[in-house]
């Protein structure tokens, strides 16, 4: 599975060409970060590993005849116009095996600002090991002598236990699989929500989660809560949230700092579609709680080894939703020497992901993006149900 990333600067008349210096530096990195040069192989008993065949990775130069600002006017949000260009799809890049692990574009604005694009291959890192990484780039770009991150490989810290002995439910490995929609009835859309968005929705929560909860519980519940209605999923089944969760600050895996491989879980919680739509905020927000409660070193553990006994799977089904925070993994932090980013996150998602991004909203305060894909007319109902849920809790704060 490919990831995509844009990064957008905005630049000046300093004729520096960001695409050398930040050529220069990306070779630099992977001196350090030498298995990202690799290639993906399959061995025996469908276990990948990493040939660290030096054959390096890809980088495109491009110049594009448009300027931030008009960009920025279209809304520097997923889906973005003109995405093709500005991370060309290289021909026979887009594998997962036996293929360049990263695909990185510079594209020089007609203003002197820049976008950088990258796609990685997420079997290899995870979003804090790619913002690492990039991180790394950066500062070797601005100049620094070396990184202030060693990178850590250590990938053996996470293999099963021998034998696999699952000893917790993973309900993500057990969902019924139902139909995806048509992939050609999809549309994409953002949804921005405003810090005063985030105030309404969580003192709308019952009085006890006021205090407590975080914007993440909340707003994550009142999606999910949308979606399942959008998607007029029947009675009886199954609206299930998975959260997509970093474990790297459970002590007890010691993990090094400066591990960059893939180190997150999928804390998963099921539900009956009529209870979750018939419920209240507050309800959803306690379930989206008490899945995030679930992760232990055991459950870490017990998730890895069910991996490994069940084999390479891929779930998606029409009644999964599964959330990504991208807030606070570092993408906003990369500066090449022109300052941070005004956009710094993924560039598109899939039916049933979605994930947060930190941005501003048009008085230039933060916000936070989420990226939707649904069916066409299910998409026109969430964002009813988004205005409806909305309009129902913003006299909350008055």
Avoid at 195 to 202: E, F, I, P
Avoid at 303 to 311: A, C, M, P
């Amino acid at each position: 599975m490919h990831v995509s990333l844009a990064l957008f600067y905005r630049g000046g008349d300093d004729g520096v060409d960001p695409a050398g210096v930040i050529r220069r530096a990306l070779s630099e990195a992977l001196v350090h970060y030498y298995p990202l040069a690799g290639r993906l192989r399959e061995v025996e008993g469908q276990k990948l590993v990493v040939d660290c065949t030096g054959e390096g990775v890809l980088f495109v130069e491009a110049d594009a005849d448009v300027r931030l600002a008009e960009l920025e006017k279209v809304g520097l949000r997923p889906p973005f116009p003109c995405w093709d260009q500005l991370l060309f799809d290289v021909e026979g890049s887009s594998g997962v095996l036996n293929c360049p692990l990263l695909l990185i574009q510079v594209t020089r604005l007609l203003c002197g600002s820049f976008v950088f694009a990258l796609r990685f291959n997420h079997t290899i890192c995870d979003g804090i090991g790619i913002a690492q990484f990039m991180n790394a780039i950066a500062e070797l770009a601005r100049g620094l002598p070396s990184t202030t991150v060693a990178p850590v490989w250590s990938r053996e810290l996470l293999e099963a236990r021998n034998p696999p002995t699952p000893s917790l439910p993973h309900h993500e490995s057990g969902v019924v699989l139902s139909q995806p929609p048509p992939a050609d009835d999809m549309v994409m859309r953002s949804f921005t929500f405003r810090a005063s968005d985030l105030a309404a929705v969580k003192k709308s929560l019952p009085r006890h989660l006021h205090g407590t909860a975080t914007s993440f519980e909340a707003l994550a519940a009142f999606l999910w809560r949308a979606r399942t209605a959008a998607l007029e999923l029947p009675p009886g089944g199954t609206a299930s949230l998975v959260i997509v969760t970093n474990f790297r600050s459970t002590a007890e895996m010691s993990l090094p700092t400066g591990y960059y491989g893939n180190a997150v879980v999928p804390l998963t919680v099921l539900v009956d579609p009529a209870a979750l739509r018939g419920g209240s905020l507050g309800d959803a927000a306690a379930l989206v709680r008490r899945a995030k409660a679930t992760l232990t070193t055991e459950y870490v553990r017990s998730n890895v080894d069910e991996l490994v006994l069940l084999g390479r799977r891929y779930l998606l089904p029409a009644n999964m939703f599964a959330l990504s925070d991208a807030r606070r993994l570092g993408f906003d932090r990369v500066d090449f020497g022109w300052g941070e980013p005004v956009y710094a996150g993924p560039t598109d998602t899939v039916f049933g992901v979605s994930f947060f991004v930190a941005v501003k909203d048009p008085d230039g305060e933060d916000a936070v993006a989420v990226p939707v894909v649904l069916p066409r007319l299910a998409m026109d109902r969430f964002a009813t149900e988004v205005e409806k849920l909305l309009n129902h809790v913003k006299p909350q704060l008055s």
